[in-house]
């Protein structure tokens, strides 16, 4: 069982940034591809993004295309979500995903981490 442990949630106002963190129990460089999804209150859980096994390649939410950046630090087998420009409705919890398909869905999402809360004053 892998297990995701997220890190970097908290408050921040609208237009800054903040970068959240997810670091697996198990090496995923070369096994699993990793992501990140989100949920506000009363909405279903939505991907935001994921990258490859390897980091070659990364595929975003048309939602946050240009403002947030994935990227994998193979040495340190750690995941970060760049956030920059936040918007109010980018508030809800994150969730760190990983999976062996190339591009992650609700379906093909393996492993969950627990979630890290993200507010965003206006």
């Known amino acids: 069982q892998v297990q995701l442990v997220e890190s970097g949630g908290g408050l921040v106002q609208a237009g800054g940034s903040l970068t959240l963190s997810c670091h697996p129990s198990v090496r995923t460089v070369g096994s699993y591809s990793m992501g990140w999804f989100r949920q506000a209150p009363g909405k279903e859980r939505e991907f935001v993004t994921c990258i490859s096994w390897y980091g070659i390649s990364t595929y975003y939410a048309d939602s946050v295309k240009g403002r947030f950046t994935i990227s994998r630090d193979n040495a340190k087998n750690t995941v970060y979500l760049q956030m920059n420009s936040r918007r109010p409705v980018d508030a809800a919890v994150y969730y760190c995903?990983?999976?062996?398909?190339?591009?992650?869905?609700?379906?093909?999402?393996?492993?969950w981490g627990r979630g890290t809360q993200v507010t965003v004053s206006s």
């Open positions: 995903a990983a999976g062996r398909a190339s591009l992650l869905s609700l379906e093909s999402t393996q492993h």
